[in-house]
């Protein structure tokens, strides 16, 4: 399903979106260890805009119902415990949800994650054999769709009628999102700045 770039949302645009299930795609970034100095000042201003855009979608649209997050497969206090030491900054925007009744609901399956992630591993663990390394992408993609199919599931199962979600997650996760569901794309200006930023310190190393 198409996504939509959320900007600015006009009293009439607002009403028309109010009804049916929501859900905010927000592109999910890691800080990393050992991270640049200027890549952590976008990053921080980043997190910073997307609390605002959600904040404005929160004051047209209406509460949060449901938040999701990547790499999380517990809900209440489990997964927010899960999602406190996984990423700071997301954690916050979470957080101030909860706080509200915002409920938290486990995105993941434990075991496809792990199937997933570690098959993951396999692949840049630089392998010699061009048979062995064709046989691990293969089950890394057959794991890969078994995640996603089991992300749009839950979604699809826990996201009820009229209700607004927000999903942090990666960009180029290829799940396929049901196709009642209103799928919002938060972009803040901060997003292009990384990705401009990230591409030039590639060509520089390239260079």
Same mark, same amino acid.
């Given at each position: 399903m198409a996504k939509k770039v959320i900007g600015k949302l006009e009293k009439p645009a607002a009403k028309k979106f109010k009804a049916g299930r929501k859900? $905010?795609?927000? @592109?999910l970034i890691y800080s990393g260890?050992?991270?640049?100095?200027? $890549?952590?000042?976008?990053?921080?201003?980043?997190?910073?805009?997307?609390?605002?855009?959600?904040?404005?979608?929160?004051s047209k649209l209406g509460k949060i119902d449901k938040v999701y997050h990547e790499l999380i497969p517990a809900g209440g206090k489990d997964g927010e415990?899960?999602?406190?030491?996984?990423?700071?900054?997301?954690?916050?925007?979470? %957080?101030?949800?909860?706080?509200?009744?915002?409920k938290l609901e486990a995105l993941e399956d434990a075991k496809l994650l792990l199937e997933y992630m570690d098959w993951g591993k396999c692949l840049v663990a630089g392998l010699q054999s061009q048979e062995v390394l064709s046989k691990v992408f293969e089950y890394y993609g057959k794991a890969n769709e078994k995640r996603n199919e089991h992300i749009a599931r839950r979604i699809d199962?826990?996201?009820? %009628?009229?209700?607004?979600?927000?999903?942090?997650m990666r960009?180029?996760?290829?799940?396929?999102? @049901?196709?009642?569901?209103?799928?919002? $794309?938060?972009? @803040? @200006?901060?997003?292009?700045?990384?990705?401009?930023?990230?591409?030039?310190r590639v060509g520089q190393s390239g260079g």
């Open positions: 859900l $905010y795609f927000v @592109p260890q050992g991270a640049d100095e200027d $890549y952590l000042k976008r990053f921080g201003k980043y997190w910073s805009e997307v609390e605002d855009q959600i904040g404005k979608f929160e415990k899960a999602l406190e030491e996984l990423n700071e900054k997301s954690y916050r925007i979470v %957080k101030k949800r909860l706080a509200k009744g915002t199962d826990t996201l009820k %009628k009229d209700e607004s979600g927000v999903l942090l960009e180029g996760h290829q799940v396929q999102f @049901p196709s009642d569901i209103q799928v919002f $794309y938060v972009a @803040p @200006p901060a997003l292009d700045e990384i990705k401009r930023w990230l591409r030039d």
